[in-house]
Nanobody, 125 residues
Framework: VQLQAYGGGLVQAGGSLRLSCAAC????????MAWFRQAPGKEREFVAG????????LYTDSVKGRFACSRDNTKNTVYLQMNSLKPEDTAVYFC???????????????????WGQGTLVTVSS
C-alpha cells in the first residue's frame, strides 16, 4: 500500500488547513489508520486516528475540539481538518495504516505498517 499525504502549507495562527491522504494498492476500510506529526527535534506524535471497525475518531488532547479526522471510503482517502491552528502545531504530518490495533497501540508509531511521505504544516505567529 502506498500513501500520499498532501495539503500542508504555511498558515497564520488561527487559520485552517485540510490535509488529505490517499491510498494506492489498498483500501482504508481494511486498516486502522492514524495521523502523526513530528516537529523538529521531537519524537513522532499521534494526532488522530480511526479504528477499522469504528467510525469514531480518536484524538490527542492537544488537538481535541480543533482538529477533525474523517474518511471517504469511496475515494480511499482520509482527511484531517485542522482549525484554530497554533504555532505549536507546526510539524511534518504523516498518515499511517496498521492492522488489528488495540486502543493503546494507536499512539505507538512502530505498530503501523504503511506510512505516507509527510506534508509540512507551518503555523506562523
Amino acid at each position: 500500500v502506498q500513501l500520499q499525504a498532501y495539503g500542508g502549507g504555511l498558515v497564520q495562527a488561527g487559520g485552517s488547513l485540510r490535509l488529505s491522504c490517499a491510498a494506492c494498492g489498498g483500501t482504508f476500510s481494511s486498516y486502522d489508520m492514524a495521523w502523526f506529526r513530528q516537529a523538529p527535534g521531537k519524537e513522532r506524535e499521534f494526532v488522530a486516528g480511526f479504528r477499522r471497525t469504528n467510525s469514531n475518531a480518536l484524538y490527542t488532547d492537544s488537538v481535541k475540539g480543533r482538529f477533525a479526522c474523517s474518511r471517504d471510503n469511496t475515494k480511499n482517502t482520509v482527511y484531517l481538518q485542522m482549525n484554530s491552528l497554533k504555532p505549536e502545531d507546526t510539524a511534518v504530518y504523516f498518515c499511517a495504516l496498521g492492522s488489528r490495533l488495540i486502543l493503546s497501540d494507536f499512539r505507538r508509531p512502530h505498530r503501523y505498517t504503511y506510512w505516507g511521505q509527510g506534508t509540512l504544516v507551518t503555523v506562523s505567529s
